[in-house]
């Protein structure tokens, strides 16, 4: 059972805007408005919450679930959004959260994905499988 909060995403904002409004300690040099560019505008509420399959799994897999559930994984302003109740609960506080919904195709690396942790922002990898640990930022559709 996962549990979904109501966030409000305000896509009148850069990325360079809301990466200074939220309190991240760090965020990974890769994480930049060429490579994760905000779609649409406006403000609109979402309801949001992170999925954990406690086993190994890959990116597709996980996409696939959430659909059959009625999610879609989350875009990087969306997981921005979320950052803040992510940091105050006791879990997910802890864990790392993925946003499958914002890809950059890298010249070398290939798919990298933004991931909320400790505070921080970074980029993971979409190839290659996630541990069981992993969550998964996704919102209702």
């Not at 779609?39 to 919450?49: F, W």
Request: glycine share 6%; aromatic share 12%.
């Amino acid at each position: 059972v996962m549990e979904l909060f109501t966030v409000e995403v305000n896509r009148e904002l850069t990325l360079k805007e809301m990466l200074e409004i939220y309190p991240f300690e760090r965020v990974h040099y890769n994480i930049t408005p060429q490579h994760f560019p905000i779609i649409g505008r406006g403000r609109t509420l979402i309801s949001i919450g992170a999925l954990n399959f406690g086993k190994k799994i890959i990116s597709a897999e996980v996409e696939n679930t959430m659909r059959i559930l009625g999610y879609r994984p989350a875009k990087i302003e969306e997981l921005i959004a979320f950052s803040e109740i992510c940091f105050k609960d006791k879990v997910l506080r802890q864990a790392s959260v993925a946003a499958l919904g914002s890809i950059w195709e890298t010249p070398s690396r290939g798919k990298c994905l933004p991931c909320l942790y400790d505070k921080s922002l970074y980029e993971s990898y979409y190839e290659g499988g996630w541990s069981p640990e992993q969550y998964f930022a996704c919102v209702a559709e």
